[in-house]
């Protein structure tokens, strides 16, 4: 009889447990749930209040017109310095370039001037790449190469500075 009362008090406990569980589990998804809801959305008023989100354009197909994937790549060598120097963006760019392209060297604690270059460009695009060169380099000496990548975009010009850090062989 006492074996028969124990598995019985036992099987009683472990319903008990079992129901108690999962009263506590729906209990709290339930609390979860209220922690998430919020106040209704209310425009603020005043100047100079930016509203984010509410003023992104809903139509699907629009990008951001900006400049992306602009680099410059630098190698110095027994021929000299070369650069390889790309500008991108986001749109078709009624025109994308690089100028104002500047190779340097240190010398004596200061970038000395070495040579320049105007740059270029292209029309209705949204990609423009180019190569400068130096025709010779010293050895030990560190170089670097600056530009300003540009694009116009829906009418407006974007640029961005760039240079890279010093590098020699």
């Given at each position: 009889?006492?074996?028969?009362?124990?598995?019985?008090?036992?099987?009683?406990?472990?319903?008990?447990?079992?129901?108690?569980?999962?009263?506590?589990?729906?209990?709290?998804?339930?609390?979860?749930?209220?922690?998430?809801?919020?106040?209704?959305?209310?425009?603020?008023?005043?100047?100079?209040?930016?509203?984010?989100?509410?003023?992104?354009?809903?139509?699907?197909?629009?990008?951001?017109?900006?400049?992306?994937?602009?680099?410059?790549?630098?190698?110095?060598?027994?021929?000299?310095?070369?650069?390889?120097?790309?500008?991108?963006s986001t749109v078709?760019?009624?025109?994308?370039?690089?100028?104002?392209?500047?190779?340097?060297?240190?010398?004596?604690?200061?970038?000395?001037?070495?040579?320049?270059?105007?740059?270029?460009?292209?029309?209705?695009?949204?990609?423009?790449?180019?190569?400068?060169?130096?025709?010779?380099?010293?050895?030990?000496?560190?170089?670097?190469?600056?530009?300003?990548?540009?694009?116009?975009?829906?009418?407006?010009?974007?640029?961005?500075?760039?240079?890279?850090?010093?590098?020699?062989?």
């Amino acid at each position: 009889m006492k074996v028969k009362m124990k598995r019985l008090l036992a099987v009683l406990c472990g319903i008990v447990i079992i129901c108690n569980g999962g009263i506590g589990i729906v209990a709290h998804a339930q609390e979860e749930v209220e922690r998430l809801i919020v106040s209704p959305y209310q425009k603020l008023v005043g100047d100079n209040i930016g509203h984010g989100i509410y003023d992104i354009s809903n139509n699907r197909g629009e990008k951001a017109a900006m400049l992306n994937d602009c680099t410059i790549g630098i190698s110095v060598g027994v021929s000299g310095v070369t650069g390889s120097i790309t500008t991108g963006s986001t749109v078709t760019a009624s025109k994308i370039g690089v100028e104002s392209i500047r190779v340097e060297k240190y010398v004596n604690g200061k970038w000395t001037l070495v040579g320049t270059h105007s740059g270029g460009s292209r029309a209705n695009d949204n990609y423009y790449a180019m190569t400068v060169s130096t025709s010779s380099a010293e050895k030990g000496v560190q170089y670097r190469i600056s530009c300003t990548h540009y694009a116009i975009l829906n009418g407006v010009r974007h640029e961005l500075n760039n240079v890279t850090n010093g590098v020699s062989y």
